[in-house]
């Protein structure tokens, strides 16, 4: 499934979607950044509660196709332009980490 | 082992913000140069973990990437306060890290090792009061 097929359905919905053709492969779940760097795999959507700046390097630089922000998480907005100049995809959802996981597990 | 490209970046150590800022740069110049995705990953995290422990615990420093024909080299020097036990450093968990650094999701205590599992080469000189130099290579044959 690509990123871009989850916005709007399932009840995920598109903050940032500058790279919406790249295909969600896995899923990944963590907080702990320096963890998520070192486990999640290229192309995870990865679902945290994180919110501040680094997460787009984590996302970046680990190569996941997307962040799903869960339980109504929100961002502020230079982190929203920042995530925008970095083709960071980025979905929220009001779900927490275990429903939105099972969603995601039976649609990917 | 000719030398046929330097990256040399400063890292900030003032500005926990922009922390990443040269391995995003740097993860851009490997992908112009057309290098396989994995190896960019590989690359891109270990300087990564390294910038930040860079701007977590030496005041910033300095990142130069070595691009050779087998391999990419990354060497990271800062003139923070030194490592004091490196086989412990290296132990997953182990974090000297503050609460505030904890608060935004670093300190896990796998900077280091991350360092090491993304790389096929690592080396750590450090000495208290003076500083730390990490040199890492990505094989790229």
Redesign the interface.
């Known amino acids: 499934m690509k990123v871009k097929d989850l916005s709007g359905n399932y009840g995920f919905e598109a903050i940032t979607l500058p790279d919406g053709d790249r295909e969600i492969d896995g899923v990944y779940i963590g907080d702990l950044l320096s963890w998520v760097m070192g486990r999640a795999k290229s192309g995870n959507a990865w679902i945290t509660i994180m919110s501040n700046v680094n997460i787009l390097a984590v996302a970046s630089l680990a190569d996941t196709s997307c962040i799903i922000l869960a339980e109504d998480v929100t961002l502020e907005d230079d982190v929203i332009k920042t995530a925008i100049d970095k083709e960071i995809n980025i979905l929220k959802t009001s779900m927490d980490i275990y429903s939105a996981a099972v969603t995601l597990s039976s649609v990917i | 082992m000719s030398d046929v490209l330097n990256f040399h970046f400063e890292v900030d150590g003032n500005d926990?913000?922009s922390?990443?800022h040269a391995?995003?740069l740097m993860?851009k110049n490997l992908r112009q140069l057309g290098l396989p995705?994995?190896t960019i990953?590989r690359v891109?995290?270990a300087m990564?973990?390294g910038e930040?422990n860079m701007v977590i615990h030496a005041r910033g420093g300095t990142a130069d990437v070595n691009v050779y024909e087998d391999c990419i080299e990354i060497i990271l020097k800062d003139t923070g306060p030194g490592i004091k036990n490196i086989e412990q450093a290296m132990q997953e968990g182990f974090s000297t890290a503050t609460d505030n650094i904890r608060s935004?999701?670093?300190?896990?205590?796998?900077?280091l090792?991350?360092m090491k599992?993304?790389t096929d080469y690592m080396n750590i000189e450090s000495e208290v009061g003076v500083g730390t130099t990490i040199t890492m290579k990505v094989n790229l044959i």
């Open positions: 926990f913000k922390a990443g391995s995003f993860k995705p994995e990953r891109s995290i990564y973990e930040i935004l999701g670093f300190g896990a205590g796998m900077g090792p991350n599992r993304y």
